[in-house]
């Protein structure tokens, strides 16, 4: 069974910073690429950043310069760094595991439950 735990969320003020960490269990971490997906209230859900499986890191314009991923396939583990924390930036933060087209999971992917963040002055 796939699971992936996202942790790290809180409660933060403005300008404060954030590592937000999902850990993946029940494939091969290191043939999947791990993107970072986030709902504010009332929005819908949209992509942030994504890691390929050879480190290869993509952002929306949005966050460029503010977030940063990263993935330690040796802990199984992606992270979400967050700097500069704005009270746009609330929402639940979602993980998502997509098996590339070398693992025998291809075609399939794997979502998190989420990390709440709430940003507040």
């Known amino acids: 069974q796939v699971q992936l735990v996202e942790s790290g969320g809180g409660l933060v003020q403005p300008g404060g910073s954030l590592r937000l960490s999902c850990v993946v269990s029940g494939t091969v971490f290191n043939l999947n690429t791990m993107t970072w997906y986030r709902q504010a209230p009332g929005k819908q859900r949209e992509v942030l950043a994504a890691?390929?499986?050879?480190?290869?890191?993509t952002y929306v314009d949005s966050v460029k310069g503010r977030f940063t991923i990263a993935r330690d396939n040796a802990q199984n583990t992606v992270y979400l760094q967050i700097n500069v924390l704005k009270p746009d930036d609330t929402a639940i933060y979602y993980c998502?595991?997509?098996?590339?087209?070398?693992?025998?999971?291809?075609?399939?992917?794997?979502w998190g439950t989420g990390t709440l963040v709430i940003v507040f002055s």
């Open positions: 890691i390929s499986s050879g480190g290869t890191t």
């Open positions: 998502n595991a997509r098996p590339e087209n070398h693992s025998p999971q291809y075609g399939l992917e794997f």
